[in-house]
């Protein structure tokens, strides 16, 4: 009898002892899984921007077009809203190098070869919400990267992408395109087409 009560102790401090484990265990991916990591964590806006029928449209419309390379992100700004937790808005400041000028219709002194320019990307970080926040889809592009620009001024030595992801091209074709939607089914068309007159 008493081999009988010893045995079913043990197998229920056995059990006690692998519910626990395993409880642990599960326990701890649970955890895990409510806490998704920052770079799961990502919100699109959708952005009234102009659009573009054509590459041949877009090159006429804007009146800057440079060719270079993302050299730095130099600042994240955040514009905090006054009657919500999300953001109202903001940018990342990148500086990038100009190694060909293909049109500057405005005269802009600063749009010249080996000149760094300021540029307004329309992806950004909120640490407070530990969010990146982008409109339409757009992400920043990687420093050390080569793109050719379609630009707008939009401040005094700060320019940003016509038509926010319309123009941004990257020469490297491999780059993955936007993600496949009816709104983005334009602006890839348009890029595969300017990297088709660059000869990519």
Do not use: R
Not at 58 to 85: C, T, W
Not at 102 to 126: M, P, Q, R, T
Not at 157 to 186: H, Q
Request: glycine share 8%; aromatic share 8%.
């Amino acid at each position: 009898m008493k081999k009988g009560i010893i045995a079913v102790s043990s197998l229920g401090g056995l059990g006690i002892a692998l519910f626990l484990i395993f409880g642990n265990l599960f326990a701890e991916e649970k955890e895990v899984s409510e806490n998704p990591s920052v770079e799961n964590k990502k919100v699109s806006w959708d952005g009234k921007t102009d659009g573009y029928a054509s590459a041949k449209e877009m090159k006429e419309q804007v009146g800057i077009i440079v060719k270079g390379k993302k050299v730095s992100e130099d600042e994240n700004i955040v514009l905090d809203s006054e009657i919500s937790e999300e953001p109202a808005g903001g940018y990342t400041k990148s500086s990038f190098k100009i190694s060909k000028v293909l049109k500057n219709s405005e005269d802009d002194e600063a749009i010249s070869v080996g000149n760094a320019i300021d540029i307004s990307e329309s992806e950004f970080y909120d640490k407070n919400s530990t969010t990146t926040y982008t409109i339409n889809d757009y992400e920043n592009m990687k420093p050390g990267e080569e793109y050719v620009l379609y630009l707008k001024p939009i401040d005094e030595g700060m320019y940003t992408t016509a038509g926010v992801t319309f123009g941004k091209v990257p020469v490297n074709t491999d780059e993955t395109e936007l993600v496949e939607s009816d709104v983005n089914e334009p602006v890839n068309e348009v890029i595969n087409e300017v990297q088709q007159e660059l000869g990519k």
